[in-house]
């Protein structure tokens, strides 16, 4: 596990390195502007960027994806598996930079750095539940929808770890708190729920999360993530009719989402939390999932 150290803060983005016959696979190597922390990393344990040969990535949202085509610079004959859905918008990733931006604004590229284009042939698409096998390594796959449509998961029968992107929330190093991570703009709970069983299906001893380590209680983990993410999809709902902006309405939901994070946990751990989980951009997920079955405007 590499800390990527976003923006300095430790325990917000988390990328997967596993050491193969042929060189490195790395599932989710995290955006363009922590580039420097996981070369660090790699130079550390007497690797390089070139000795990467396998992505493996869970979806294409900047955080766990946006680094790819910067890394294939270095690395020219590396291939990248990613869900057939993401795949043009890694080789073309003009309209997933439009989506970000109406979300992230004039910080976007102090949050994510650049992202540079895949190029067609690097990629290979995964449709379906298999079994991949590269350079030695062999990892069930499997769709979870949810988070993203478009979301993969993939499970490592030799350790038991499930390296989970963003399909299972966010948590800090096995702390008490679990947070759902619902951006827009698909998400969906019911597909959240499904793909949590799909997951536990593989009995993981481990899940690895992107935001940020390691959980040790799948099965626990999971039902405490069933149980927030629907008590945090009733209050959005209830939230549609309150006074004010969207935004305001976030702000408002994000602020109590915090100050009980901050009941449970130290600053530092809060502080992670609200950089990895976002919760007023979860409000803006489960806004859009609502107003679209309420055909409300």
């Known amino acids: 596990m590499v800390d990527l150290l976003h923006h300095g803060a430790p325990h917000v983005i988390a990328a997967a390195v596993l050491e193969t016959r042929n060189g490195i696979a790395l599932i989710d190597p995290g955006p363009e502007s922590t580039l420097d922390a996981l070369e660090t990393a790699l130079t550390a344990a007497g690797a390089s960027l070139a000795d990467v040969h396998t992505i493996l990535l869970t979806h294409i949202h900047l955080d766990h994806a946006g680094a790819t085509g910067s890394i294939l610079l270095s690395a020219p004959d590396a291939r ?108 969906d709970p019911d597909r959240i729920d499904s793909s949590l069983d799909a997951i536990l299906g593989w009995h993981p001893d481990r899940f690895f999360l992107t935001h940020f380590g390691l959980a040790s209680d799948p099965a626990a983990h999971a039902q405490q993530l069933r149980e927030r993410l629907a008590e945090w999809s009733h209050r959005v709902r209830q939230s549609l009719n309150d006074p004010g902006t969207d935004e305001e309405r976030a702000v408002r939901f994000g602020a109590r989402v915090v100050q009980e994070i901050r009941e449970s946990v130290s600053a530092h751990v809060a502080t992670a939390f609200e950089r990895g989980a976002a919760p007023t951009l979860s409000w803006h997920g489960l806004a859009r999932y609502w107003r679209s079955r309420l055909d409300e405007p």
Request: with cysteine.
């Open 80 to 187: 990248v598996y990613v869900h057939p859905i993401g795949a043009p918008h890694l080789v073309d990733p003009s309209r997933l930079l439009r989506s970000a931006a109406r979300l992230f604004g004039p910080a976007m590229g102090e949050l994510w750095g650049t992202c540079v284009p895949v190029p067609r042939g690097a990629i290979k698409t995964i449709e379906g539940s298999q079994s991949l096998e590269r350079d030695g390594i062999t990892l069930d796959v499997t769709p979870t929808p949810g988070h993203a449509s478009h979301h993969l998961c993939f499970f490592d029968r030799s350790t038991g770890i499930a390296f989970v992107g963003d399909a299972a929330g966010a948590r800090i190093n096995d702390q008490p708190v679990i947070l759902p991570a619902t951006p827009p703009p698909d998400v």
